[in-house]
């Protein structure tokens, strides 16, 4: 198979409507009909089921929609790795991402015992919102990721496991709530006047609910100074907390393995360099 037509397939697929991918793709409907056509001949399988409202996967469909975004993801990771190689001036430096608020203490000492290691390498660090760290990884945009479990995709990643928390409710101090010894996560997610954030989808959209849309972790902790949101959050983040905010247990929330991951393909000493020091913390 071509890269080419891997792309056309998932266009389809996503958009489930011929015309609505050859408009995504820029291309005729006819061309890209045939194409379909000529992979599922070559596949010697049946990709979809045409329907008069329009296309929907088969079972083979679905493990090709599976493999081929894989595939594509690691043709994009390829190329944007090399150009960055390419062009880097000095030793080539290695990208790091991670949520914006999320394990600052432990990412600080990290980048500390890195940095003082013989012969590291520079570590940009790029943070950006919740559920974006494993596409960054997965495209080649970063290198390495903290990433959180059970909230973040670690399928088909290398791992190694850093640290893990109990998760507590982050509250406006003086608060009623904020005397209680625990919380569980029904109480917390039902205090009237305190609705927990909305976290945004991959797509950018986010879920309806009376809570803030959640954008930026410092935006959000001063909405809970002000009394009007409370969150859920690793129980490290009380290291980083300022006045007016209080922190209360909850007894039943899962807890959260903090791990960095890398592309199991990956041969680069300087990852595996990090990945050392990482473990070693």
């Not at 991402?97 to 590291?120: Q, R």
């Amino acid at each position: 198979m071509e890269t080419r037509e891997l792309r056309y397939f998932v266009a389809v697929a996503e958009e489930e409507h011929v015309g609505r991918a050859a408009e995504r793709l820029g291309m005729a409907q006819p061309p890209l009909s045939r194409a379909i056509a000529q992979l599922e001949r070559r596949l010697g399988a049946a990709l979809f089921e045409r329907t008069p409202r329009g296309m929907a996967l088969t079972g083979a469909g679905e493990v090709l929609l599976r493999e081929g975004r894989a595939a594509l993801a690691a043709v994009e990771a390829a190329e944007r790795r090399t150009r960055r190689a390419s062009t880097s001036a000095g030793p080539a430096g290695i990208v790091l991402t991670a949520k914006a608020g999320a394990s600052t203490e432990l990412m600080a000492k990290l980048l500390d015992a890195h940095a003082a290691e013989p012969d590291a390498v520079p570590v940009e660090v790029v943070l950006s919102s919740p559920g974006h760290q494993a596409l960054m990884l997965r495209d080649g945009r970063a290198d390495v990721a903290l990433l959180h479990e059970p909230f973040d995709d670690v399928s088909g990643f290398d791992t190694e496991q850093l640290q893990v928390e109990d998760q507590v409710l982050v509250l406006p101090a003086g608060h009623p709530a904020s005397t209680r010894p625990s919380l569980t996560l029904a109480e917390a997610s039902s205090l009237p006047d305190l609705p927990l954030p909305r976290w945004p989808h991959l797509d950018g959209t986010y879920p309806d609910g009376p809570g803030p849309e959640l954008r930026d972790l410092t935006q959000v902790l001063q909405l809970v100074r002000l009394g009007r949101t409370a969150i859920v959050l690793p129980e490290g983040v009380r290291a980083s907390l300022g006045e007016g905010l209080a922190v209360v247990p909850l007894s039943d929330a899962p807890r959260v393995t903090t791990v960095i991951a890398w592309p199991p393909h990956s041969t680069s000493a300087a990852v595996a360099a990090l990945v050392r020091t990482a473990s070693r913390l």
